[in-house]
């Protein structure tokens, strides 16, 4: 009954004793003899984190937040940001620091002028396991507004961004991928302090990075098992853009755009600027159109019953009506929009309820 609780909690345990400063002790990595147990070992460390990921949401819904603050430090889950000082000594030296012609000279031998706001470790080095995935971290330096405010949270969350966009600077090469998460976090910190202006801002970072998201995305969904989702591509590449492929694209980018615009509305109607948000809403609705029309061809039927975000185009664009007329005070126009859109939001997850057995028996992993 309670073996497989107790295989996570030796994996939690770890990390427990490493954020205490004991190390990292290896759980269960030094006794696996073949890749099976390995594979076991890996995908238990996965849970571990994801039933980590559910207390800590199950803190905020129950707005346990001094709860929440006191496990993210005994996990030592708050991100390790250190000086420059600490973090260039070889790799920026050797041949890339003539390229930073902009920043001061002395930068490779002295920390940063400027010092940032986040909380600098003391430990010498990072104490957590290397298993530990980076979005754990951002989470946990999310859980700061709720506990120190919203402006510490913000601070760390800046100095995380530095470091995915200046990975050269910083040696933290590989943090690129961490870029629009950590955006998306700055964003609901800044709509917490009422920043506007900078939610905006993030915000339309996150429209810039749509392209690069959509690749990725798309290059994944191709690499699945031939002909489960886009007949006749290629598995192996992009290379051959076929029709299936280039509606795919469009259909994720036009998901994506509906999903950001809508929460640029919300910003918008929160600060007042009704007819920016209803110039907006134009916007969502062009894309809006172009999901309909590719999800109405059937030719990608399947990601349509498993890409929540594409399902809930149509629910995005209703809810957004609804918020526009509340906030011009037509209130019996919205209240409508708003039952039309509650009413839509059952059919789709009625819809979504009756595919998951169909998709589960295809044995094919969620998107990443």
């Not at 290896?26 to 147990?37: D, T, V």
């Not at 120190?148 to 961004?161: E, F, I, P, Q, T």
């Not at 991928?177 to 955006?183: E, F, G, L, P």
Request: proline letters at 3%; glycine letters at 8%; one cysteine or more.
């Amino acid at each position: 009954g309670n073996s497989d609780v107790g295989k996570h909690h030796s994996f939690y345990s770890e990390i427990v004793a490493a954020g205490n400063g004991a190390g990292s002790s290896g759980s269960g990595a030094g006794a696996a003899s073949s890749p099976n147990e390995m594979d076991e070992i890996q995908k238990l460390r996965r849970e571990t984190c994801e039933l980590i990921v559910l207390r800590f949401i199950a803190h905020l819904k129950l707005r346990r937040y001094v709860d929440l603050g006191k496990e993210v430090h005994m996990l030592g889950l708050l991100p390790f940001l250190p000086d420059k000082s600490g973090v260039d000594n070889d790799d920026d030296g050797s041949g890339g620091g003539n390229n930073d012609e902009n920043d001061s000279s002395t930068n490779n031998h002295h920390p940063i002028s400027w010092k940032e706001g986040s909380i600098h470790p003391t430990e010498p080095k990072d104490t957590l396991p290397t298993w530990i995935p980076y979005g754990l971290r951002i989470l946990a330096a999310q859980q700061l507004q709720y506990n120190d405010g919203s402006s510490k949270a913000l601070d760390v969350l800046l100095d995380m961004r530095d470091r995915a966009v200046r990975t050269e600077y910083w040696n933290t090469r590989g943090m690129e991928v961490w870029k629009s998460t950590i955006d998306n976090a700055i964003v609901d910190a800044c709509i917490r302090m009422k920043e506007w202006r900078l939610a905006l801002h993030f915000l339309e970072e996150l429209i810039g990075g749509v392209e690069e998201g959509v690749n990725r995305e798309v290059l994944w969904w191709c690499r699945r098992q031939e002909g489960v989702v886009v007949a006749g591509s290629s598995s192996s590449s992009l290379g051959e853009e076929t029709t299936s492929v280039v509606q795919l694209r469009e259909l994720i980018t036009s998901a994506a755009y509906v999903e950001l615009l809508s929460r640029q509305i919300l910003v918008l109607l929160q600060s007042g600027a009704i007819k920016a948000a209803e110039t907006v809403q134009g916007d969502v609705r062009l894309h809006a159109s172009k999901v309909e029309g590719i999800v109405l061809s059937g030719e990608l039927s399947c990601i349509h019953r498993e890409f929540a975000l594409v399902r809930q185009v149509p629910v995005r664009l209703m809810v957004n009506d609804g918020l526009i007329l509340f906030a011009q005070s037509d209130y019996e126009l919205a209240a409508t929009r708003f039952r039309e859109a509650m009413e839509m939001q059952d059919s789709v997850t009625a819809d979504s309820n009756n595919d998951s057995s169909a998709l589960n028996s295809m044995d094919v992993p969620s998107s990443p």
